[in-house]
């Protein structure tokens, strides 16, 4: 397999403020990649970086054998760029708007015609077509400005967390359609703070936090770095203070870690069923109420909180 | 080249379909023109109603034909409905009376005017020629230009008597057909019979002097129409350069630069895209007030190269005041200033003629100055030759700010959102 991406020890830096702070990897034609992180990651600088809109601090990216920075033009007539944040015309309709952007990426004619029809198809919007973007819910504009990405038809598409603050029928369109693209041969970078999207899409994961790239690999190999650790979630009642709980459960000698996020504790244990009695035990003990208990096999969740301290979401 | 039409193109669309922008690019000069067309005058050259009565004071220190005919003329029936005059025999009266706001304007006639035009003996014409002056209310300047141009127009009679005059009377001298102690009385008479056919002429047209063959009825709106146009053409630039910070807000301007388009390309077309909406804007305008209040804007090659070059200096304002700014809100603040300063700067309200000559000065760094220039040369019967000036000042202006604008452009990022 050939890499049609690789990063190279990618810098950006606002001021003194290092944004992405030395990142290298590669995508491999035909796959699709997750960058998995959470707020503030780094990941749309490494986006932006990709699609030549920011210059590196230092580092280089080459796009199917053209270098981000030398050669932008030539690599913006490989990718595609889906932004986090929507970039439409309201004004204009669905179509139009696909005209336009369809034009700007060189299509014309009946090309660009044939290629309009078949991503309102794609992005189940041929009804309202002809109805202006603002009209539209946030789920439909999002599929717009997916959309826009797909007209002619990039080798490298970029989807920067393309399904924030929609519908779930919406956000299922869209991961069975990143899915469909990647079988018809499209590779695919996708960044996401949620671990499932990237769980169900990714043939490689990557974890980035405050500008570093923490973890690399297939998800099997990734959960490996937890070892064969599970992970129990004790959901606390509102004015329950899980700090104390968490302090309780880390003198177990079966718990390696016990994090606190809001209203819950994550505790990483060997066995997440052998851990569930004496922890809420502990609880009882301690006055706390338990409200309802969640066990997960090893995951990227666990990977993250492995590696960082912290959970994923905010 | 494609490229940069499609982005024009797109901005056309989307500024025609936003309905706040069409109300100040297209309505609100509209309305405004009509509006202070109805209040300062008469509204079109047809109606009897708008500008009757206009107070004037005639001050006639001449003993000959002329400054008598002038004061009939002005006594006319004919103008009895147009013109109220009073006569009063000393001019620093007059003045007072106008500086009071009493009348609109004072029409002094200087003693000796008609010896001055018509010598009593023939001999070479008198080397300083005495001008009948006029004081005008700079409060009517509507009112106040139509008596200039009756007075200008009778001028422009004698004028052309006089020098008919002479040329005839010089023919016939020579020929021998007239002893010299007749020639005065032939002159004068044919001084009279000039002056008198004013009175036949329509009588609030004025006649273009020597300039050219072009007719144009006298009214208020051919001054105020450009100058509402020429204010609001402000608008639309600088709400053509707030598209490009609200582009690079809504990330529209990102997602164009990491498209297979160069930042040049999206600049010009977004630039061409403005330049086109004021001209467009610019020709609605000019067509629409010509069918409704029956403007004659004069030559139409010269009214479209003054729209071009009045257009383009307009955008330079545009592109360096979004230059400069941070936000779309802010190129909307400054611009919204930009228009109302240049639009009292430029003579909108109140014509330049009545300023002082420091405000004159500064008027020059506005399109609408030079804009409003141009259109009354026009007006007046002028052709796209005689626009000289104008155009130049537009140019310049237009490229300067381009200039400026471009390196100050190329000095920050549209990238980041
Ligand atoms: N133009 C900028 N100037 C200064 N700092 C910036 C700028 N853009 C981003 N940052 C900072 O860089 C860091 C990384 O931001 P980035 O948008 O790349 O994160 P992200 O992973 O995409 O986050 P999110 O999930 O919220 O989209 C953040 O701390 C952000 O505040
Ligand atoms: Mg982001």
Redesign the interface.
């Known amino acids: 397999m050939k890499a049609i991406l690789e990063v190279k020890q990618l810098v950006k830096k606002y001021g003194d403020f290092t944004a992405v702070d030395g990142i290298s990897f590669d995508i491999m034609e035909g796959e699709i990649f997750s960058l998995l992180g959470p707020n503030g990651a780094g990941k749309t600088t490494t986006i932006s970086m990709l699609s030549t809109l920011y210059i590196p601090t230092s580092g280089e990216a080459v796009i199917g054998g053209h270098s981000v920075t030398k050669e932008p033009m030539a690599v913006r007539n490989l990718i595609g760029v889906v932004p986090q944040d929507l970039a439409l015309y309201e004004d204009l309709t669905a179509r139009e708007n696909l005209a336009f952007w369809g034009q700007m990426y060189g299509l014309s004619g009946k090309t660009l015609n044939a290629r309009i029809e078949q991503v309102l198809e794609q992005i189940g919007l041929v009804d309202k077509a002809k109805d202006r973007v603002k009209t539209y819910s946030g789920g439909m504009k999002r599929r717009v400005n997916i959309g826009v990405g797909l007209l002619h038809k990039p080798k490298l598409l970029f989807m920067d967390e393309p399904t924030v603050g929609i519908d779930p029928q919406s956000r299922r369109l869209i991961l069975d359609s990143v899915k469909e693209l990647n079988k018809q041969g499209m590779t695919v970078l996708y960044t996401t703070h949620y671990m499932e999207e990237a769980e169900e899409l990714s043939d490689r994961v990557g974890i980035m936090d405050n500008g570093k790239l923490i973890a690399l690999g297939t998800q099997a190999e990734l959960t490996k770095q937890v070892g064969e650790m599970e992970t129990l979630i004790l959901h606390v009642g509102e004015n329950d203070d899980p700090e104390r709980l968490a302090v309780a459960l880390r003198s177990l000698k079966m718990v390696r870690k016990a994090d606190v996020t809001d209203h819950t504790v994550s505790v990483i244990v060997p066995e997440a069923e052998q851990a569930l009695a004496p922890a809420v035990t502990r609880a009882n003990e301690l006055g706390i109420k338990i409200h309802s208990v969640d066990m997960r096999e090893p995951n990227l969740e666990a990977v993250f909180l492995h590696l960082t301290g912290k959970a994923l979401r905010d | 080249m494609?490229?940069l039409l499609?982005i024009a193109f797109?901005d056309l669309?989307?500024i025609f379909?936003?309905k706040a922008a069409l109300t100040f690019m297209l309505l609100a000069p509209f309305l405004l023109t009509l509006g202070l067309g109805l209040v300062t005058g008469a509204y079109g050259s047809s109606g009897s109603s708008g500008i009757s009565q206009i107070k004037i004071i005639i001050v006639n220190q001449d003993s000959g034909q002329l400054g008598q005919a002038l004061v009939d003329l002005f006594q006319s029936a004919g103008l009895a409905d147009l013109v109220a005059p009073t006569l009063v025999s000393d001019p620093l009266t007059a003045r007072a009376q106008i500086d009071a706001n009493a009348a609109v304007a004072a029409v002094i006639v200087p003693a000796g005017f008609t010896d001055n035009i018509i010598p009593a003996n023939y001999q070479a014409p008198a080397a300083d020629i005495l001008q009948i002056e006029i004081y005008k209310n700079p409060l009517s300047p509507v009112s106040a230009g139509v008596i200039q141009s009756i007075v200008e127009e009778f001028i422009s009679r004698v004028e052309t008597g006089r020098v008919g005059g002479q040329v005839i009377v010089t023919q016939l001298l020579s020929a021998g057909l007239i002893a010299p102690d007749q020639v005065s009385a032939i002159a004068a008479e044919m001084g009279q019979l000039q002056a008198n056919s004013v009175d036949q002429a329509p009588a609030i047209s004025l006649q273009a002097a020597q300039s050219g063959p072009a007719q144009k009825a006298f009214n208020p709106m051919a001054y105020m129409a450009p100058g509402m146009a020429l204010m609001f053409l402000m608008f639309t630039v600088s709400n053509g350069g707030r598209s490009i910070l609200a582009e690079q807000a809504?990330?529209?301007l990102?997602?164009?630069?990491?498209?297979?388009?160069?930042s040049a390309q999206v600049l010009i077309g977004k630039i061409f895209g403005v330049y086109v909406t004021g001209v467009i804007q610019m020709l609605i305008l000019i067509v629409t007030c010509s069918l409704l209040f029956n403007i004659q804007w004069g030559n139409p090659l010269g009214i479209l190269v003054l729209i071009l070059a009045a257009v383009f200096a307009a955008t330079g304002w545009g592109m360096l005041i979004t230059s400069i700014a941070r936000t779309p809100g802010q190129v909307g603040n400054i611009g919204t200033a930009i228009m109302l300063t240049f639009g009292i700067l430029g003579g909108t309200f109140i014509q330049n003629s009545f300023m002082p000559g420091w405000f004159q000065i500064v008027s020059k760094i506005t399109p609408n100055a030079w804009g409003l220039d141009g259109f009354t040369t026009l007006g007046l019967g002028g052709s796209l030759v005689d626009l000289g000036r104008p155009l130049l000042g537009l140019a310049v202006m237009g490229i300067a700010l381009f200039v400026v604008s471009i390196l100050i452009f190329s000095r920050r990022s549209f990238?980041?959102?």
């Not at chain 2, 990102?254 to 160069?262: A, C, D, F, M």
């Open positions: 494609r490229k499609l797109k669309k989307l379909r936003d809504r990330g529209t990102p997602r164009l630069l990491v498209s297979p388009t160069n990238a980041q959102k």
